[in-house]
């Protein structure tokens, strides 16, 4: 078992971790976004074909962008610190079975939100090799990845405070 010292180190070392990485990917986001944004705009209003895959692919930013940003909240940060306390606390064997059904459960949800889209336009259409497949399927894709992101940061933290 850890010392208690130990444990407040590791956790305000993943705490400044949090904290640096979510302003980095805010920033990187946010310059994706403004990048993407002016190209979405551009292709709807000349009624180009790929207009549809630029909505969805600045849709896909601007949900990273808030799940970034509300990393960033104070909030957020209570209920990872409880977490973790609360994770620490728990036998070895415990966490390590949590691990092994969180490691399925996340290569299945992979699976699933990249898959099913593919899935879906090797159906719509058939004759298509898969890297067309892929392509076509990529701004939904993308899409659906951000929206489970950013649902499980926001379900995370509204479950926990909740509790409370």
Known sequence: MEST???ARTLDSHLELMRVMSAVTAILFGIALTLVLPIAVLDARAGSPRAAGEIA???GFSLMLFGSLYMRTS???KVFV???REWHQKPRAERLRAIGFLIVGVVALITLVLGAPILIEMIMWPSQGWFEDLSRAEPVTFVIAATF???ALV???ARASADD
């Open 5 to 7: 010292a130990s444990m």
């Open 57 to 59: 692919n600045t849709a």
């Open 75 to 77: 909030r957020y940060q």
């Open 82 to 84: 409880r977490r973790w």
């Open 149 to 151: 992101l950013v649902g």
């Open 155 to 157: 379900y995370r933290s």
